[in-house]
């Protein structure tokens, strides 16, 4: 082979495929980072695409409908319901909460809060409700079909009595699975469905009761859902209603799971990110061993162009195996997590192939491999045969252009495919610039130590010296263990930041300003009973007394909400029925912060007060207009304050509070809190129910045990996706260690040559990640508990709460365990023989 000559695809390939061995000695590493962040990615989004895509299947099923219109507290005119009777085929649907209450065993509680559900005769329009002993049959005024958690709760059985209102039903079957269950939103409680005459004999629906109607409609030949829903809203536009399609069933479901298969995809993606630094640590770990193989290849005659094709095929191989392994994984596992989440999904979807998700998570591990194996490949191909001998003692050479310019294009891809696929690109790019300023900072801080290592004064100790020494020689791996290190110390913190934060939300804090007990559809007639019959049953009970109506915002400074090509992402009480309320004084739990309140007095035109936040996102202030649709009338109101909503009291919390002359004469009922000792609250429940039958009464500790639930299921999620994160980052300390491996081994042969012990040689390099770790925990404790603020107080809401001694310990064990892994990875070197060795360099 001359100077000119190169060898062709062909002969490298036979080149790189005899000295690729068959079990990948060297190349493990490569395989297990890809095989790591391709198998996360892949697995979260087929399990996002296969929730999503059942959602989307499912929509005339979990809707009930091919459209649907909603309203509450009232029901749809006889010009209003033919209007949508000309549509379709039209279902009716009345749903409230209100209490169960059976016979009363020894170990059932006398009544539980349920969700009533009102069906027509055309109920259901698509799909079936499956029952548990039989088909479903139309129901008589007197039947009723039950949940199973009220059967279990209140000690029912079929052919039981339940008592609703004024009502009692016969327990006709138990549901085992109503169709539209996801389309109907979130439930306080157990369902019971029953015919329209018998929710009617209840007498719940008294005026101003809580309520929603719906109507689903199956939609005649030829009338497409978006069409039809354009025209009744042009036809009704200030009539409050609520619209829903077949497309979007469950936009709430759907929105959640969407967001978080994107927030999940991204921690996968940066745990991928930082297995890209084990992929670079493990390349450069096999071109170190094969040292002797590229010199040889070079003297020869090898370009570096050769090397390049050789080794590039190699490393290409095992990473297009470790992709397509990822893959297949990522393919399989989502039926066991489904099979282990079945009770918390919405939906049960099916095993299906994904090919989306898929191709994306492979791009992703192609790209990454690209990018970090790039490096250490140029930095072989560069040497010359010479300085490919005493790598063990050189400097490694600076990467070319050409080298930097193919990493810096894999890079801009791998963003452009994150920011193009991302639901919203801000929050991506928020995520990956972080995990970039990470990794940056610690690169930094690698450097710095390794600066500073080279000009500190030489210890007195040997084993302090030696340990300080490791730090700046040739070849050391200082920066990529300050990487591995800082990023699993960062971790621990922020995970244990997060989950005691989590936990403080509902053991500390929610608990000491929740009441007891909420009760709904109090007669607003009734007031001064209601007051006198709870402080008969508890004379030290604390009540908030509030009116309650449902009301939607149709147009603010100006403009419509249905003219708005988009709604704002923060403006949640845009988006479909809220509650409001009226008051002549400022409600409790509330700041003032702008403006003023009006007198008690007040008959002028209609005023509102506005939450500070939701004014601060519309852009609205003093003395602009906002128009609030109730029950089916538009009042306009001028905003004269804006207050400080301190949504964490868990008591009555409004956005729009309005004037009393502007609602009171509308139908409504009254909502109470009721602060009292734990120990009356039965009495209070029984001497309400038994005077107010219509009455709902909610038990806060249940609302804390669901949210306590949902926390530890958001925990749950955080702690398994950072699992894979920290994970990477164990690679990567594994990876630094393997590619210091063959240095570490000269150092450690020649250091019993002249004389030292198995225990001297592992107290330095325990003394090097001991200092390194020291070093870090400083920088670890503030990047983690930074993210970790970020997430509790920015992305959820709640109160910053850290335990922090539990932070602390975890911090140290996180230490302790990085060391010890170091220390492990390092225990193989103490076996090698010096003559042995010796013969061999």
Known sequence: MTDTQTLGWAASWKIARRDLH??????????????????????????????????????????GGDIEVAMTQRQASTTEHAALAALGQVSDTIRTRAMARGPVPSGAPGAVLTEIKGVDAAYPLYGRLTLAHGPYRQLASDQVLIDRSLADRLLLRTGGTLHYG??????????????????????????????????????????????????????????????????????????GWEYKHRDRAAPGAARFFERMGQFLSLIGLAALVIAGIGVSNGVASYLALKRDGIATLKILGATSGDIARIYLMQIGVVAFLAVVVGLLLGAILPVA?????????PVQPGVGFYPIPLTVSAAYGLLIALAFALPPLARARMQPAAAQFRGNVDDTPRLDRRTMVMVAVAALLVVALALGTARDPLFAGVVLGSVAGVLLLLLGIGSAIRWLAIRMPRPRGPLLRLALANLHRPGAQTVALVIALGLALTLFVTLAAIQTSLNAEITRTVPQKAPNQFVLDIPSESRGQFVQIVHRAAPEAQLNIVPSLRGTI????????ADLKEIPREAWFLRG???????????????LTAGKWWPRDYAGPPLVSLDQAAADILKLKIGDTITVSVLGREIEARIESLRKVNWDTMGFNYVLVFSPNALEAAPHSLTSTITIAAAHEGAVARALLAAFPSASIIAVSEVIGQVRTLLDQMATAIVLSASVAILAGIAVLIGAIAASRQTRSYDSVILKTLGATRWQILGAQGLEYALLAALLATVAFVLGTGAAWYVIVEIFKFTWAPDWWVVLGTLAGGAVLTLGIGLLGSLPLLSIRPAQALRRM
Do not use: H, N
């Open 337 to 345: 997590l489904i099979t282990l989440a079945r009770d918390i999904l």
């Open 554 to 561: 149709v147009a603010y400074g100006g403009q419509r909400v």
């Open 22 to 63: 068959a079990g990948f000695r060297g190349l493990r590493l490569l395989f297990v980072c890809l095989l790591l962040g391709v198998t996360t990615l892949a697995a979260i989004g087929s399990l996002t695409a296969s929730i999503t895509g059942e959602l989307s299947a499912r929509g005339r099923t979990l809707l």
């Open 577 to 591: 029925e809220r509650g409001v309320t009226y008051s002549d004084v400022l409600p409790q739990g509330s700041d």
């Open 166 to 239: 004024e009502a009692d039903f016969r327990i006709v079957d138990v549901i085992a699975a109503e169709p539209d269950r996801v389309g109907e939103g979130f439930t306080l409680g157990p369902v019971a469905i029953v015919s329209m005459d018998g929710l009617q004999r209840t007498k719940l629906l008294q005026p101003g009761a809580l309520y929603e109607t719906k109507y689903r409609i199956r939609l005649k030949p030829g009338i497409e859902p978006t069409g039809a829903m354009e025209a009744l809203k042009a036809r009704y536009p200030s009539a």
